[in-house]
């Protein structure tokens, strides 16, 4: 939603947001999540009915390659490079190459599939089809790159693109999920080695900390960072009261659920 800034402040985002949501209820919508990323939106949708549900902390791990630009970038970078070679031994694997293969590319078809085959029942999960996929890492000028790390039997992926985030050279990513925390371990380290050979600065994963616990971020060298964001939901109908009263245990939700990353 964007108004000039001449028309700000006379009610029309709020008339705008409900006008919305009232056609919806015209539909089969029980509810809808809301994920702004900026805080000067919150008053309207709150306005126009919504409730913050629960926050989304940005998880980092420093690892301080990029160009040095003056003695603040220098501190930084010497600081995020003593971080990652402390924390290495978190993202140590026994396991050899051979049982669980790293990829680089990955197709839409197979990253669907993928999702296709995980457990969602009674979870609070961005259905994320082909068609879905195909539109989200298409944004134009952006360039998406999707890791794998699998074996016969487990898999994991992480959907990544490279961004400034508050003048920092960062290796976002975008979407993290996994069936096996030794493959999430090794892909981890595979990301921290490339971002290495990219000169980045951090890693970062913004998700719900129901869901950091669980994909177990801070076993591997992240931390929670100070930045944060609200995720916001909508009751459209009765049946959305389940929806919005959901535990945020069932919540698995990542910067893929948001179209501005």
Not at 25 to 31: C, I, K, L, V, Y
Not at 90 to 118: G, M, V
Not at 172 to 190: C, G, N
Request: net charge positive; glycine share 4%.
């Amino acid at each position: 939603v964007m108004t000039h800034p001449s028309h700000r402040g006379k009610g029309l985002f709020v008339e705008s947001g409900s006008a919305a949501l009232s056609r919806l209820r015209r539909s089969e919508t029980a509810g809808v999540i809301g994920f702004p990323i900026r805080n000067e939106v919150m008053p309207g949708h709150l306005k126009a009915g919504w409730k913050v549900q629960f926050e989304m902390p940005i998880y980092i791990l420093p690892i301080g390659r990029s160009e040095v630009k003056n003695l603040k970038t220098m501190l930084i970078k010497v600081l995020s490079t003593l971080f990652e070679f402390s924390t290495r031994p978190l993202r140590f694997s026994i396991f050899k190459a051979a049982k669980n293969k790293i990829i680089e590319t990955i197709s839409i078809d197979a990253l669907s599939n993928f999702y296709n085959s995980q457990k969602t029942n009674d979870l609070v999960v961005l259905d994320k089809s082909r068609n879905f996929l195909e539109w989200r890492l298409n944004r134009p000028e952006i360039e998406y790159k999707t890791f794998s790390c699998r074996s016969v039997m487990t898999h994991t992926i992480a959907i990544t693109r490279r961004m400034d985030l508050n003048g920092l050279r960062t290796l976002a990513i975008l979407d993290f999920e996994s069936d096996s925390p030794s493959h999430s371990r090794r892909l981890v380290r595979h990301l921290v080695q490339y971002s290495i050979n990219e000169k980045i600065d951090i890693i970062a994963l913004t998700t719900n900390k129901e869901n950091a616990k669980r994909l177990k971020l801070l076993s591997f060298g992240f931390f929670k960072s100070h930045k944060k964001f609200k995720v916001i939901t909508r009751n459209i109908s009765e049946l959305g009261d389940g929806f919005t009263l959901a535990r945020h245990l069932n919540f698995r939700m990542t910067w893929i659920d948001s179209d501005t990353v």
